[in-house]
């Protein structure tokens, strides 16, 4: 037996945050995947390795859902996670290998943040549901793991993108709502080099008192998606330009540094040379996406953020999510 899945990472270009209080998200996946291979194994216990992002090899056992870990626990939390939201019996001992370099810049082994953790999620649940043929739903599972290996925070449009792929609209709660692409809508996606951690922002806007601007960022996020149904990017545009601004008051009456890491000053350069920037998810760090009418003006304001030191990340949308496949020997 072979099982292999994968899935792809996300780009969230409008309603970061917003998402969370009902607001309309946009999101993208991206051609980056997350992979999962899943054997059989002579051992008497089940084995997991992550080559090139966790030097350790986990070695564990499961009784009555129980976990038993034997070692390298401590780097495999989601994937415990996934198994214990699944809940399903697998007949053999396995190995499992799981894939998440395209996730990460070769040079200086920092994650992108265009999450690997919601498309490792999805393509695990994937596999493992395709290793015990227990015909789950896997995005009710995905969620769920997900949700668990992040403490109860996120929306869940991470995991809804990596399940369906392509551009999708997103509400709390919701089905998502595949959407196409603008004809017309240049873009390109840049990265800051800085990581920035989502949970500390989204524990941080827990504890504070809510502004006006938040039920703003609400409104705008909502403008966004209107925009985008009607398909001309100078709508879009205005939009994603009100939407960014509301962001970024947002972000100071929050303190959350939504724009810190260089984003600031690339927002402010993007006005000057008549196109969009700003950051995507929780920003404060990670990436950017770079919108204009015109692949010309994207092309010039490259030059901007490469003397910024932001770096282009020559991603594309991926039109599929996930994918899986057995092969009984």
Not at 121 to 132: G, K, Q, S
Request: proline fraction near 2%.
């Amino acid at each position: 037996m072979k099982v292999t899945a994968s899935a792809p990472g996300k780009v969230v270009l409008s309603g970061e945050y917003a998402v969370l209080d009902g607001a309309a998200a946009i999101c993208a996946a991206i051609n980056r995947r997350a992979r999962v291979t899943i054997t059989r194994s002579a051992d008497d216990h089940h084995v997991v390795t992550a080559s090139g992002i966790v030097t350790t090899t986990g070695r564990f056992t499961v009784s009555d859902g129980r976990f038993e870990w034997l070692q390298g626990g401590q780097d495999y939390a989601l994937l415990e996670c996934v198994w214990r939201a699944l809940a399903a019996t697998v007949p053999d001992s396995l190995v499992l290998t799981l894939e998440t370099q395209e996730f990460v810049d070769v040079d200086s082994g920092t994650k992108f943040g265009i999450g690997s953790s919601a498309a490792l999620a999805v393509a695990l649940t994937a596999a493992l549901d395709c290793v015990a043929d227990a015909k789950a739903d896997i995005k009710r599972i995905a969620v769920l793991a997900h949700r668990d290996f992040q403490s109860g925070a996120g929306s869940g449009v991470d995991v809804a993108c990596s399940l369906q792929g392509g551009v999708i609209e997103y509400h709390l709660h919701a089905a998502s709502a595949a959407l196409p692409w603008p004809d017309g809508l240049a873009f390109a996606l840049l990265w800051s080099g800085v990581a920035a951690s989502t949970d500390t922002r989204l524990e941080k806007l827990d504890s504070l008192n809510s502004h006006p601007s938040r039920a703003a960022l609400g409104t705008a996020a909502n403008c966004v998606a209107t925009s985008w149904q009607s398909g001309l990017p100078m709508v879009i545009l205005d939009e994603f330009r009100a939407y960014t601004g509301a962001l970024r008051q947002f972000s100071v009456d929050h303190d959350l540094g939504i724009f810190d890491a260089g984003h600031a000053e690339l927002a402010d350069a993007a006005d000057a040379a008549g196109v969009v920037y700003k950051p995507c998810g929780a920003g404060g760090g990670d990436i950017g996406i770079v919108l204009a009418d015109d692949e010309a003006l994207i092309e010039s304001f490259l030059d901007v953020a490469t003397q910024k030191n932001f770096k282009r990340l020559h991603l594309t949308i991926d039109p599929s999510g996930v994918q899986r496949n057995r092969e009984d020997q």
